[in-house]
Structure formats: C-alpha cells, structure tokens
C-alpha cells in the first residue's frame, strides 16, 4: 500500500489534470464563440454595406431618369436603357442595376374609381382588364370570372359582382380571409383573390402591375418592346391582335412617335376617347432592381420611382426582395 502522501500527491496531479483539461475544453468552446462572433459581426456589417450599395443605386437610377429628358416632353428607348442590366464593379464585388419603364403594364387598381373606403367599380377599367385577358388566350368565363373577383377585393362594399366573392367566399377557406377593400399594394396580392390560379397568375404576371393610385393606365407607346403587344391589344379592346400590335411595335420610327396623333394612325384602328387619353409619351413610372454582391453577402432591391413632372423623381416603393 503506498504511502498517504504519495496518495494525496497523485489525488492532487489528477485534480490538476482535471482541471487543465476543463479549463482547455472551455478555452475551446471560448474561442469559438469569439470566432462565430467575428464571422456574425462580419457578415452584418458585409450585409449592411451591401444594403448601402444598393440604396445608393437609387441615386443612380434618379440620375439615369433625369437624363432620359429628351427636352419635347418625350421618353424613348434611345441608349438601350429599358431592361438593360449596368454592372458597376464595386470594392469586394459587383453590382447588378436594371431599369425598367413600369407603365407599360395594366394597372390592377384601375378596375375601381373612387377614394379611400369609397371604391366602386370603373367600367372602362373593368373591360379593359377583359381585354387583356383575351389577349392572353384566358377563356371567357374565367377571366369574367377574374375581372368581377378582382373589383370584389378592391371595392368598398359587401355585394358580389355576378361571378365575383365577397368575404363570404373567402371565409370558408382553410385559413379563412377577408377582401382587402383597398387598392393593391403588389401584383403578388393576385394570388390570394378567386380564380387567379398559378396558371393564369404566370400568364398575368409580365403584363400587370399595382400602381399606387386607380387611374387607367398610362401607356407610353415609345417604349413597349415586342413582348409588349398584349397591351396594345388591350387598348384597342382587341380591334388588334398580338401579331398586328407587335408589327406596330416593329413599325415604330427610330425616334419613337412625335405625337399621340401619329401613333394613333400607325394603329389604323379607332380608340375611344379614354383610352386616348391614357397615351403618354413621357414615362412616368420607372421600376429599378438591383443586385448587390459585395464581400460575401447578396442582397435584392426592388423599388418604383414616380417621374412626376410636379417635381423630383420620387421613391413610391421599395422592398428588399425579389417583385413578385
């Protein structure tokens, strides 16, 4: 049996390793806490110097706006500027900027006039949202179908259109909802009002847009594209098709249009007197997306800028994800 001081000795060595071992083990749990810190401070301040970036893209896009200013009170497609991506390089990245004319789209909200809490149906939106459902290749009774859901989520009262739904319709799903009885803040919204299915939502989705107040739709003939034709199929209450409309796009003289007369006789079909009143040649409403890459961290920007001539170029919305 060895003796008592030797016991302790070694009672004493394996404490000490005990607590060596402990100690390392916390040192260990320590540094990496302090190692995840550093990686979580760093990729916030890597995330927040992107956001940065990517607000200071909105400057850009106001410069690009203001420099579109033909002068005659005109916006053309001169300089490639509509939907063309710019990459700026950036110190530890890139950064991705596309600005689009956002009025060449049919505004959702246009289906109602009225005030806030006052919202009524607008006939002349009403048909024209039917138009471009045609267009589309949406068959009759399901875009009347869409038309009348769309004015019941919009519109202040509780009475179903003919092939509409009211809150009723909405409350017995699972989960149960209400109708908005307010203009759309996103097209996305779509998805959520009766017989706006994926597939009709996917054929919508490139030709629609929620603008921020209920007029009919400014449309900017100078610069639709090719892709564009629905809308001119719209306009004309389907007079034209898409094959005509878009050899009107095709047509369209180099510097655009001089005139709304000039554009209405490319049409060689007649237009009621709304619908000529929503020809613009000057652009108002702009739609920038920008991705920002920058040390790690991606971020997405989407916002609508209002090109009012009232004043400077003004931020309408913004959001930091994809537009749906």
Known sequence: ????????????????LLLVAVMGALLVAVL??????????????????AQWYALGSEELA????????????????????????????????????RLDDASACFNLNSVVEGAVGQWSRREAGVQQYLALLRALGIAPAQATA??????????????????????????????????????????SELRAIAGHDAAAYA??????????DSALSPLNPNTLE????????????????????RRVIAARP??????????????????????????????????LRTEVDYDGAEVVLSALLDAD??????????RWTHDE
């Open 1 to 16: 049996m060895p003796p008592a001081g030797a016991a302790q000795a070694g009672a004493a060595l394996l404490t000490v």
């Open 32 to 49: 990496d806490d302090i190692r995840f810190g550093l990686r979580r401070t760093g990729n916030a301040q890597a995330l927040a110097q």
């Open 62 to 97: 106001r410069a690009r706006i203001r420099q579109l200013d033909r002068g005659d009170g005109r916006t053309t497609l001169e300089g490639g500027w509509n939907g063309r991506p710019f990459v700026f390089p950036i110190d530890g990245g890139a950064m991705r900027i």
């Open 146 to 187: 869409m038309a009348d859901a769309l004015v019941d989520w919009i519109d202040s009262d509780q009475l179903p259109s003919a092939a509409g739904a009211e809150d009723a319709a909405y409350a017995g799903r699972w989960p149960g909802y209400r109708t908005s009885g307010a203009l759309l803040a996103e097209v």
């Open 203 to 212: 054929r919508l989705r490139p030709h629609v847009c929620a603008q921020p």
């Open 226 to 245: 090719p892709d564009d034709a629905p809308m001119l199929a719209m306009i004309s209450s389907n007079a034209l098709d898409a094959a005509a409309a």
């Open 254 to 287: 180099g510097g655009g249009w001089p005139d709304v007369t000039a554009f209405a006789q490319a049409l060689a079909v007649p237009l009621p007197d709304h619908a000529l009143q929503q020809l613009r040649l000057r652009t108002r409403y702009f739609a």
């Open 309 to 318: 001539t009232a004043g400077p170029v003004r931020l309408v919305a913004r």
